[in-house]
Structure formats: C-alpha cells, structure tokens
C-alpha cells in the first residue's frame, strides 16, 4: 500500500517537474521550440501535450 502511494507521489512530482519546465519556458518565450534544436514544435503536437519540451525527431529528455 505504502508503496502504491510513493508511486503515485513520484508521478504528481514528474508532473509538476514538467508543468514547471514549460511556464518556464513560457517566461523565456521558448515554450514552441525544441530544447534539442530550437525548431517550433507544431501547435497540434503543443495541443495533445502542454508540456512537451521537444519536437518529434528528439524524445523528451528528463
Ligand atoms: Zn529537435
């Protein structure tokens, strides 16, 4: 049981991590672009995922 409950602690605190990532990248004004090479992320990609971080050609980095 304890165990299911860090589990889910760890993902709330992934979450936020991320949620944290893009408003700051939102304050910089490079929420669009990929972390990897700058490009803008398509606004449909932004749409399915609010805090992704990069564009198709490089998986999220942690
Ligand atoms: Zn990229």
New binding site residues.
């Given amino acids: 049981m304890a165990e299911s409950v860090n589990e889910s602690v760890a993902s709330i605190e992934s979450t936020l991590n991320s949620v944290e990532r893009a408003l700051e990248r939102l304050r910089v004004g490079a929420y669009r672009q990929?972390?990897?090479?700058?490009?803008a992320i398509e606004e449909a990609e932004l749409v399915a995922n609010p805090v992704l971080a990069?564009?198709p050609?490089?998986p999220e980095l942690s």
């Fill in positions: 990929c972390q990897v090479c700058g490009r990069n564009c050609q490089h």
